[in-house]
């Protein structure tokens, strides 16, 4: 299946570096080129796309504020030449930050990790909904040079750390270099929700539900607003 994207930006040559790129990778498509967030806008309205690559530097609306504004927005891989902007974007939880000019071994590692991404999602809704408690009970987690298994039940909740995130188990915690979006397409999204961009839960280990909180032994983690409708509907069907 091939992965479908749209280029967001601004430049023509920055377009077709990253076309020519595309070119150059199989399963990747390009469904279209927008010279601003509004045209973006408008074709994310009429059709699916799996990937965006955003300039952010772009007349009337940046690519930060484009993205602020979609609910459920796609992957995306930020092309830019300015440095300044990589903590906002990672706090959006994008997949890579690539700075003008770039290579084509940088942006095939940024493909890479959003491939991981898609597939691991379509992986998920293969899955019906009745299936989490019939798949593995455990996952692999990498730390340093050691690979850790970890049994899902020992598992507390999952805290984003920059380019990292923290694993906090019944006996440990361990800290791995990968995404809160990459390691949430490893568990059954049921069972371990993400209620905040910084955070993955374990629902089975909720101790108290407090406002716009949940505690967990003594962790007090916030509830996202823009979490907060999906984690509702979740407890009510727990």
Known sequence: MNIRCVIIDDEPLAQRVVERYAEKIPFLEIVQKCNNAFEAIDVLYKQEADLLFLDINMPRL??????????????????????????????LDVVDYLMKPFAFDRFYKAIQKAEELIRGKEQRQFKSAGDDDQGDTFIFVKSSKK???????????????????????????????QSLKNIETLLPARSFPRIHKSFIIALSRIDLIEGNHVKIKDRQIPIGTNFKGEFEKLIRLA
């Open 147 to 177: 690979t850790y298994k970890v049994n899902l039940h020992d598992i507390l909740y999952i805290e984003a750390l920059g380019d990292y995130v923290k694993i906090f188990t019944t006996e440990k915690m361990i800290v791995s270099y």
């Open 62 to 91: 940046s690519g930060i504020d484009f993205l602020k504004t979609l609910k459920k927005p796609p992957l995306v891989i930020i092309t830019t030449a300015y440095a300044e902007f990589a903590i906002e974007g990672y706090e």
